[in-house]
């Protein structure tokens, strides 16, 4: 059985008033900043299905590290890494998005039903333009970085990080509509921890209704090292109280999209929330 069609499942959401989708964190690496890098396809299948039975409706794999100060790793490592973990992954009927900043690799990932791209680089590689355009199922992930990952968090600088985000969107949106692709196949993503202070990402978050407008919004704070106040350095998991109070936050200002590593918080949130709002809210 083929996984199940991203836009598809974002669209049931829709429908259903359940909205935000509810995306689960595999990592397919050794260095992954939260410590929860599986890389035998056994344990990769395991962490997979937990993240279902939690409340996961699509699964994020990723195979490269991008965590702030990581170096990128050899095309032949990320596929290594990749390639057997969607084969252990690919009969389960769930929509799957891919991490990579490689469009060869996304093109081989459409084999096993990948139907989302999630590309850090901001889908500035006319290959990923060209992917999109072949292939009408799959949806992609526009993200704002400053930086690439071995760098992007030394001394990060905006005039006004708010008006940065939303004309990166802005003229992404347009490259991509030159290109055929029409934007109600792209997700936002402000990038929260991308070549940002703590300050800047919660202005980010305090425009979250501002990026809404422009159309299908992510939120990705899950774990984050802005979660923890001046002073603090807490581990990866001890974030997660606060990931949800960013996802309560998020659910009533636009948010369409979560990628987390505990379905279960997200799904809490949204099933509390929209209990007190109404399913019509957003």
């Given at each position: ?137 799959v949806m992609a992930v526009l993200m704002h970085a400053q930086g ?43 990038g929260i921890g991308f070549g940002k202070t703590r300050e800047h ?30 002073g603090e350095d807490r581990l990866p998991a001890d974030r997660d ?42």
């Amino acid at each position: 059985m083929p996984p199940a069609d991203f836009r598809t499942c974002l669209d049931r959401s829709r429908d259903k008033g359940e909205l935000p989708l509810v995306m689960g964190i595999v990592n397919v690496t050794p260095d992954s900043f939260s410590g929860d890098g599986r890389l035998s396809p056994d344990h990769i299948r395991a962490h997979a299905c937990r993240l279902i039975d939690a409340g996961a409706e699509a699964l994020d794999i990723g195979a490269e590290s991008t965590r702030p100060g990581s170096l990128a790793v050899p095309e032949s490592v990320e596929r290594e890494r990749l390639l057997p973990a969607l084969d252990a992954l690919a009969d389960l009927d769930i929509p799957l998005s891919i991490d990579t900043r490689r469009p060869s690799l996304f093109k081989e990932a459409l084999s096993f039903g990948a139907t989302l791209l999630n590309d850090i680089g901001g889908l500035c590689d006319p290959g990923f333009l060209a992917i999109l355009r072949e292939n009408p199922r799959v949806m992609a992930v526009l993200m704002h970085a400053q930086g690439s990952p071995d760098i992007m968090q030394k001394d990060p600088r905006y005039d006004d990080v708010v008006e940065s985000v939303e004309t990166f969107f802005r003229e992404g949106f347009d490259r991509i509509e030159e290109n055929g692709i029409p934007r109600d196949r792209v997700i936002i993503d402000p990038g929260i921890g991308f070549g940002k202070t703590r300050e800047h990402n919660l202005a980010l978050l305090r425009a979250s209704d501002r990026f809404a407008s422009l159309g299908t919004l992510m939120v990705a704070p899950s774990r984050k090292r802005f979660l923890d106040s001046t002073g603090e350095d807490r581990l990866p998991a001890d974030r997660d109280v606060a990931t949800g109070a960013v996802m309560a936050w998020s659910l009533l200002h636009g948010a369409a999209l979560f990628r987390t590593h505990r379905p279960e918080i997200a799904r809490e949130v949204r099933s509390t929330l929209l209990a007190i709002v109404g399913n019509s809210h957003g």
